[in-house]
C-alpha cells in the first residue's frame, strides 16, 4: 500500500508518466481507465516487476507533489505533515484475455453478456469498448471464456495479468 494525494491520482499525466518509465523495463503492456481505478495489464511473468516499479514510482510522484503543495501558514515540509489518503496497488487473482466480439455475434452471446453485466462474480474482472468497426472489444477473466459459445469471438491467446491502481475512498473497495 502506497500513501499518495487523492489529487495526485487525478492529476493528468501521472497513470501516463508511471506506465512510461514502466515500459523502459516491460515490453508488452496494456492500459484501462475506469471510472474507480486505472488498469495495467502485463505478462504474467512481469507481474512483480511491474507492481514493484508503480509502487516506487507512484511514492516518488507522491513525495514530490507533497513537498511542493503549500498551505496557506507554511510550506508541508514532509510527507509525514501532510494528511494524504491512500491509494492501493494490487492485483486480481486471475489472468485476463483481450477478445473481439462481432455486433452480429451479440445474439448468440447475449446470455453470457447478461450473466456478466447483471450476475458478475465479486473478484472477476470484465471490461468492454464499442468500436466504430461493429466490434465490441472485451478484457475478461480467461475463466470466463468458457461461458461464451465457441467461435463467438476471436481471442488473443496471451494471458495478461492485471495491476489495478486505485486512490482514495475506492482504495478500500
Known sequence: EV???DDVINLCG????????LT???????YLSTFSSDVILVRPQELETAQK???NQLQIITT???????????????????KLPDIAVSTLRS???????QVNQLSICAHALVRLLLFPKSDSFFSFTSTPENTISLVLDTELLNHFPKDAFHSNPNRWSVLKVVAGSYAYE
Not at 501521472?14 to 518509465?21: G, H, K, P
Not at 523502459?24 to 496494456?30: E, T
Not at 489472468?95 to 466480439?101: E, G, M, N, T, Y
Open 14 to 21: 501521472v497513470i501516463s508518466q508511471v506506465t512510461n518509465t
Open 53 to 55: 516499479h508503480v509502487q
Open 95 to 101: 489472468d485476463v484475455s483481450i477478445c473481439s466480439l
Open 24 to 30: 523502459q523495463s516491460i515490453k508488452d503492456l496494456f
Open 64 to 82: 514530490t507533489q507533497s513537498l511542493n503543495k503549500k498551505t496557506e501558514s507554511s510550506p508541508i515540509q514532509s510527507k509525514e505533515q501532510a
Open 3 to 5: 500513501v499518495v494525494d
